[in-house]
């Protein structure tokens, strides 16, 4: 294949050009600051406003609600802190779960060494969340539950309106990392009972940099990043303009195009799933069989490691990942593999296949074929493998 | 992310295969990581590597510093063997990302261990080899800031 | 004049077309994330590399101690909450200023909520912070001094190698906000002991959304924004790969043209302080004539208010602030004004020209002429000017 | 930010100025912005306003508003000037952004203390007029969050 196969969009999107150009006038000629007084600037205000009422439409929310940040990590961290602090003095224990993503798990640790208490429940081998085991952790104390839209890693889709129910019977308050599900999955966040929603704009096609925080109005969060009066006072920094319009542009083609492209989508993948399943000896297949990204593959080949997978893959112009893109500096395994019941030498070897619609049935079929390939090479090099 | 030589060395690795009735076996593990590797070595009754051959189970460094290790030892005395350093196979590499720098111990030690079976087998002694441990793990760096 | 004249570039800037041109491959071809592992998003690990280093250089520091932020304000917060944390068993106690930005004050301000104890130290009526102030202000609990590289309202440069010698003998952490200075005025952090750096993308030509924090190798800071393990392991968040390098170009540029631009921006702006001063009546000059930034100028026009003054400079296509853009939504007069001693009505009546080197002798001729015309108008409707 | 008709009053201020030997004059302050607003009335024997004229020291917004409120009281009798509210100058502006509300406060309480001071200096009682504070400030909203 001349053309490289991009096959890692759970790790980043490219910016589609309809959004590129949306935002390159933001930068050299609308480039004024949206708090000025002049007419100019006055513009840029506008041109946010309708941002944050594509973003509001697109999960019936208002758009008082959407607050820019930086990014689904920023997102995470500031719903999950200023929860904390500002419902301290109900309570100092969070629920969460074992497979969210480190800005989650990591705020959460953080959390842990400055006096709260929190519950990681866990989840069945198909990576959803025990229900009875959140009901059971469930304290007077609880003040929030995050639990994760859709994963990351194995793309499996938690049972999100079942625990807002739960959460918001019992008072307490539901974020949700939405990172991966927001453009590919329709969410409701009055339907779901959702407080707090993570997104962020590279995931769907937007620019890197932007994300946001859904805050459902009348929760008394206060701000993470301290400063000039920005987003209503709750987020400081000079707004990102070019970027905020170019993450509505991807929101308006995310929904335009959401059910066509999860057709198109889950054809591809269930097509990779099974043959690979078939053709392939001892492999498994990691995450939830039905409820999952409608563009997530995930398996685990027996007796190889990701990372020389992930590199002859490479030279057959295949781009993949194993275990989380910004883990994969660590030699740890993913810790969502091991939370579904892998052992560690099987979790090593699992490779992450996400889609887009971008991609063709034939460059699907030349995956499988090379994956194949290289799965024999390297499991001929194995000293685990006997056959 | 990695050189060139890294890079030669993981898409064609030499040696790779077993030797059967091998003078020598050695599988390590490494703690850090998980990885495997195991060094089949053929010794003649002069003392020099005949021949030698690696499996792996690890990712594109440990492949590269196995291939690369196996060629550096293949016709060497056993102390000459005994002589190749993790850093001389990194050196011969190129390099290796400072992540990736306990992989190339995984060649050092999977030799040692493997050196260590032949003594053993023989009932000699090879002056300057220890026990090899079954896993490895090196020092725990200070988190660098 | 047909052409608007942009004298607001202290609140931001446009970017330079270089700068949108070196941005543009990474958000359409070369977008993938830099932590995976095949070699085309390895690509953009290098050019975040090159942006590093060329930031590094810039202050005379390594690039191991360049961590990129969301901006400016995201490094105050992460610098002044970060160091209160890591250096709490030594003391609480953080020596300021009257005249930061609210980044740093309000983080300040949030630090006293949780326990800490700040001196705010006063600045004379040029704005240049009170040396003996400072001293007298350190006491065995002081971990930390924050003082700005140079005032955004009032352009008034801090005597930073001074208070840098300060710190360093006290055995005190200095942290300096360089928003304003950075690209606009050498800066070595070790020369001027600097333990702690921000700045910000948008202020020199470069995209909003991006910043820094230079911190000194060897300081116990931990995260700000927890996550994954990128600028290694301490900023969380996929890298905003198009925005660091255009912060690199516009970094590369503002270096490579700084002589050359601060010339032509001081005879700009001193022929219009000049003239101002001389041709209109009851009016003064905020700030310090000589130790100021080479494209600001702040005045005080008594008997009018800034808001009218702004409006009508914009219909004359002349957009210009008064106060920081950040809270022209405001109504409190300027904390910078107040505390170089203004009283209330005349720090509304002020107005920032902040230049660039894009604009012309012949604009600057026109501004004048504007501001003469427009301070009469709003005069004679005064209730506070009899003439 | 403002509305055309804002614009427009801010641009072309209606009756700016003084009246010599005004029957009344009121000047008041909004304490939450530190604006001052003075508003000069000539009133004739049958309690009709035949002239007014203001001068304010303020935003945008504070000139608008005088502008229009002088407009809205003129030829009025002092009955009609004082049922004037500033939600009636705001609707006849079109509105003004939130944080501008206040802005439009200033000139119902300049009429209001114009007329106080026309009342007292021909020792009349005007119905439903209020001595006048020197410095308004509304009540303060609680931060919406
Ligand atoms: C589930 C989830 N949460 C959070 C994040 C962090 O988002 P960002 O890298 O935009 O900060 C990611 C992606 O990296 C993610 O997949
Ligand atoms: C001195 C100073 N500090 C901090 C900031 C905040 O920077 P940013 O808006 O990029 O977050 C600014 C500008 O807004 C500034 O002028
Ligand atoms: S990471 Fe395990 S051998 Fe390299
Ligand atoms: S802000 Fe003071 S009158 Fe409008």
Redesign the interface.
Known sequence: MDRKIYLDNAATTPVKPEVVEAMLPYFTERFGNPSSVYEFAAQNKSAVTAARETIAHALGAEPAEIYFTAGGTESDNWAIKETAEAYSQKGNHIITTKIEHHAVLHTCEYLEKHGYEVTYVNVDENGVVKLDELKKAIRPTTILISVMFANNEIGTIQPIKEIGEIAKENGILFHTDAVQAFGHVKIDVNEYHIDLLSASGHKINGPKGIGFLYIRKGLKLRSYIHGGAQERSRRAGTENVPAIVGFGKAVELAVATMDERMKKELELRDYLISHILAEVPYVRLNGHQKERLSNNANFSFQFIEGESLLIMLDMENICASSGSACTSGSLDPSHVLLAIGLPHEIAHGSLRLTLSDDITMDEIKYVIVKIKEIVEKLRSMSPLYED | ??TEKV?DH??N?RN?GEIENASGVG?VGNA???????IYLDIDENEIIQDVKF??????A??ATSSMATELVKGKTVQEALAVTNKAVMEALDGLPP?KVHCSLLAEEAIHAALWDYAEKNGIKIDGLEKPKNDISEHEEE???
């Open positions: 992310m990695y890079m993981f898409k690795p790779v599988t850090k990581c998980g990885d495997i590797m195991r499996k792996t189970f690890g990712c594109g440990a492949v992540v988190e660098e800031y």
